[in-house]
């Protein structure tokens, strides 16, 4: 598209009335009350709160939907504080939970915000049960008690009971997760068909209470967020985000130099030091909390070898990575706990030893390797690791196919556990070191039917009973050095046995217009985060 009949249709379609600015001769530049994001956004199936369970998604909720509990974007070092609810008190057996309402706060459509709403919010989210309903059927909750351990007492008064005594900060965080958004249930019980509460009509609308409600969603394409104003939480600089599905690092690049996008959210290292270079324009970078690995389903029979997956783990050139096409993107990391969470493990047992594999399937009977197909999705640094991990498999005989699609078409794949390897990214839901240990080891049910798709276990069907066990356990564990240590003991047996091969955590990069400030986006506990941003 060309650069002029660009900034065209972008006013067009921005619908106010500003004036061009020009930061040099044919440089264009959006207007001061609009902020346009590069992204890849084709990982976005819902709008949903109940549903969303990937990073853009997560990323445009983030800005609709407030929780109960909620971070400072500004200040995110401080943990979670108080949100829709001003505050909370805890039984002395430590497993109830009252939360007392924000007076006066409004939904989008004009409606109050109420415990009523929280109340069916979240016992929406458990009979629903879609992909993120695990991070509150944790608790207890199912479709059948939800109504009674999730209630509001009045309008003021919502009132929480889990099964269990859980750490107070465990409970608190997974209501941080995009799956704790408070939806207003008038409006969406207004559009409910045969008893799906909404979800049909939610699927492509919001009914939140954000500093931004949802004007468009055009799926793999883009999305435009218009503010809202009198936002409670102080005052929204932009008066729209547009949000575009632009894939290509150097044509993200390219939009950024031109004036034509405020921000560039993936940019390769070499796009990132051209950024870095140019006058208008400046880098950002933030240790995320998303990691990036390779998965063996434990339902093929060569990948189920114990020797096989050792081998596999030893074929991975998990330096050469990072010091070339990964540069300043990622950082070597072997477990499945983030660095900055409690419990994180530093231990790098795993290098490219081609000797090494070699013999190790030579024990498992496959001395000339095998043939192995890997899916992943068609976004550049996961297809160039896969063609890397394609490089070093071909040095040990192992003979891989690589299957590329959109975010949507791979995770259908992958959760319907009908992959071989799967090559690609899992971010926490919440601040909290179960959020990944429930994900990588645990597996309370590995038939097919139980659905659990939220849990990357079964999705590779590996049935680990007494890893189940021990995760269950640490969760459970109100000491917190001894909560550390034995999530340290569980990521040393995982390294060693998992069908999970853990390589890399993010160093997200930005680049941005030097005239954009407090983007932020989420550290290593969130999502991005737009209503704090000024021009």
Not at 197 to 207: I, P, Q, R, V
Not at 229 to 238: E, I, K, L
Not at 302 to 323: E, H, W
């Amino acid at each position: 598209m060309k650069h002029i009949s660009f900034a065209k249709l972008l006013l067009a379609s921005a619908c106010i009335a500003a004036p061009m600015a020009f930061a040099a001769p044919l440089q264009a530049a959006t207007p001061a009350n609009m902020l346009v994001i590069a992204n890849r956004i084709d990982d976005i199936t819902s709008v949903d709160p109940a549903e969303i369970f990937e990073f853009a998604g997560s990323d445009m909720a983030r800005n609709i939907y407030d929780k109960l509990v909620m971070f400072d974007p500004l200040h995110l070092e401080k943990g979670y504080g108080p949100g829709l609810a001003e505050s909370w008190t805890i039984s002395e057996d430590g497993k109830t939970f009252t939360f007392k309402m924000r007076k006066g706060i409004k939904f989008h459509s004009g409606n109050p915000v109420t415990a009523r709403d929280a109340a069916w919010s979240l016992q929406r989210a458990v009979i629903l049960k879609m992909t993120p309903s695990f991070i509150l059927t944790q608790f207890g909750f199912n479709k059948d008690n939800a109504k009674e351990v999730i209630k509001a007492v009045d309008d003021e008064t919502l009132v929480i009971t889990t099964d269990k005594k859980y750490a107070t900060s465990f409970v608190l965080n997974c209501l941080t997760a995009t799956i704790g958004g408070i939806i207003d249930s008038k409006l969406a019980m207004e559009h409910e068909k045969d008893g799906d509460m909404g979800h049909d009509w939610l699927k492509t609308h919001t009914a939140g209470s954000g500093a931004f409600t949802l004007k468009v969603w055009k799926p793999n394409e883009s999305y435009t967020l218009d503010r809202v104003d009198g936002y409670w939480r102080g005052n929204v600089a932009m008066k729209r985000v547009i949000v575009r599905h632009i894939p290509e690092s150097a044509t993200q690049r390219l939009l950024l130099e031109k004036g034509d996008i405020d921000v560039a959210r993936n940019l390769s290292p070499e796009d990132m030091a051209a950024v870095a270079a140019k006058d208008g324009l400046a880098v950002d970078k933030e240790l995320r909390g998303r990691i990036m690995y390779f998965a063996m389903n434990q339902k093929d029979p060569i990948l189920s070898k114990p020797k096989v997956r050792t081998a596999m783990k030893y074929l991975a050139d998990y330096d050469g990575m990072v010091n070339s096409f990964l540069k300043g993107q990622y950082a070597v990391h072997q477990a499945f706990l983030p660095r900055t969470y409690m419990g994180e493990l530093a231990d790098k047992p795993y290098k490219l030893d081609i000797a090494k594999a070699k013999s190790l399937l030579a024990e498992a009977g496959y001395a000339d390797g095998f043939k192995v197909e890997m899916i992943v999705r068609n976004a550049q640094e996961r297809v160039e690791i896969a063609q890397s991990l394609q490089n070093t498999f071909a040095k040990a005989g192992i003979k891989s196919t690589i299957q590329t699609g959109t975010g949507k078409q791979i995770l259908g794949i992958y959760r319907a556990r009908k992959h071989q390897i799967y090559v690609g990214a899992w971010g926490p839901d919440y601040p909290d070191p179960h959020t990944n240990a429930d994900t990588f080891a645990s597996n309370p049910d590995n038939r097919d039917e139980a659905k659990l798709t939220g849990k990357l276990a079964w999705r590779n069907s590996w049935d680990i009973p007494e890893m189940t066990k021990e995760t269950k356990a640490a969760v459970q564990e109100t000491d917190r050095d001894k909560r550390a240590a034995m999530y340290v003991k569980i990521q040393k047996e995982h390294q060693k046995t998992s069908p999970f091969a853990i390589m890399f955590q993010k160093i997200e990069p930005l680049g941005r217009r030097a005239n954009v400030k407090n983007f932020v986006m989420g550290g290593a506990i969130s999502a991005a985060y737009y209503w704090k941003v000024t021009k």
